[in-house]
C-alpha cells in the first residue's frame, strides 16, 4: 500500500529519498542526515531498521521514515516504532563484506516481509550484481510478491574513468541503465538510487524512474550546513528535471 503522502509525489515523479544507511547506527549522525533531508527540501528520509533511530528521526522530522534490513523482523519491530514504510535492500555496505544477494533470497525476503507486515507500504531494491535481464525478470517477481516500489543500485560496482561531470555519469550508468529497463517492465514506481548526484539525477527521471534516492552525497559530510546544502541542490536539480519530463 503506497503512503498517502508519497503516492502524489510518485505521481508527479518527484520523489527524493535522503539514505543514510542501512548499518549507520551512529544516532547523531542519523540525526544530522534526517534534519538535512527536512530542512533541504527532500520528500522522505531512510534510516536503518532500528527502533531508537526511529524515535531520532521523528524528533527532528515530519518527512515519512523508511526504514531498511534484510531482515523482516528488524523492519517489523521498526514499523512497531512508528516508521512508515520499509526498504528490502540498500545492500552496498554489504558488497564489500563480499556478500552478496541472490534472486531468490532476495523473493523470499519480499514474502516473508510482506506477510509479516500486509498493510505496509514494501520498497524492494533489485541487487545490480545480477544481469540486467535477470534484474528485470527479479523485479516483475516483486511485484507479484507483494512490493510497492521497485529500487535500483549500481554506484559500488561502476568504476569511473573520468573526473567531473563525465565521471558523474559513468558512475551511475549501472543504475540508470535498470531504471530504464526495469520501468518499461513493471507498473509500480521506480526509485533510482545509487551513485546519483545532481548531475545525474535529471538523467534517471528520463530514464523513467519516478525518483531517485541519494546517501553518499549527503550522509558521507561533515557539516549539517554542508548536508543541508547538498540536499537542497539535489531537489532543485529533481525539481527541474520534472519540470521539463514530458
Known sequence: MLHPRLAAAFAQRSVLKIISGLNNFDGDRVRAVVTAAEHGGATLVDIA???DLVRIAQEVTTLPICVSAVDPC????????????VEIGN?????????VFSATEVLELTRQTRSL???IMLSVTVPHTLPLDEQVTLAESLVEAGADVI??????SSQPRHSGTLGLIEKAAPTLAAAYEISQAVSIPVLCASGLSAVTIPLAIASGAAGVGVGSAVNQLNSEVAMIASVRALADALHRAVAVAP
Not at 528488524?74 to 514504510?85: I, M, S
Not at 545492500?91 to 556478500?99: N, T
Not at 529500487?151 to 559500488?156: D, I, K, S, V
Open 91 to 99: 545492500y552496498d555496505s554489504f558488497y564489500a563484506q563480499g556478500r
Open 151 to 156: 529500487q535500483t543500485e549500481g554506484g559500488t
Open 117 to 119: 507486515l500486509p498493510q
Open 49 to 51: 531498521a532500528d527502533p
Open 74 to 85: 528488524l523492519l517489523v519491530k521498526a514499523v512497531a516504532a512508528g516508521a512508515d514504510l
